[in-house]
């Protein structure tokens, strides 16, 4: 069988253990956001394979990450504003 690629699959089970009491996770123990990947603690956003979502690979991660990431700008720069007021 000729095989031009492969993606290895390590399991679904996230690693946040020492979230556990800190932020929101559901059953599975995967971090619970919103669509902006904000959690349920003001000013902190998850992203990747540890959030509760259905498909878990590396394109879908670093759109999370995108996400992430410019949700946590623009709540850094609101908190500017809010200061600057």
């Not at 540890?50 to 690979?57: F, G, L, M, V, W």
Request: aromatic letters at 8%; hydrophobic letters at 45%.
């Amino acid at each position: 069988m000729k095989i031009d690629g492969v993606f290895i699959f390590i399991g679904y089970v996230p690693n946040t253990e020492s979230l556990e009491g800190l932020i929101e996770l559901n059953k599975w123990k995967e971090i619970v956001v919103d669509k902006d990947m904000r959690t349920n603690v003001i000013g902190v956003f998850a992203a990747g394979d540890s959030i509760q979502k259905r498909y878990r690979q590396v394109t879908t991660a670093v759109a999370d990450g995108t996400i992430a990431a410019l949700s946590a700008a623009d709540y850094i720069n609101n908190l500017k504003k809010v200061e600057a007021e």
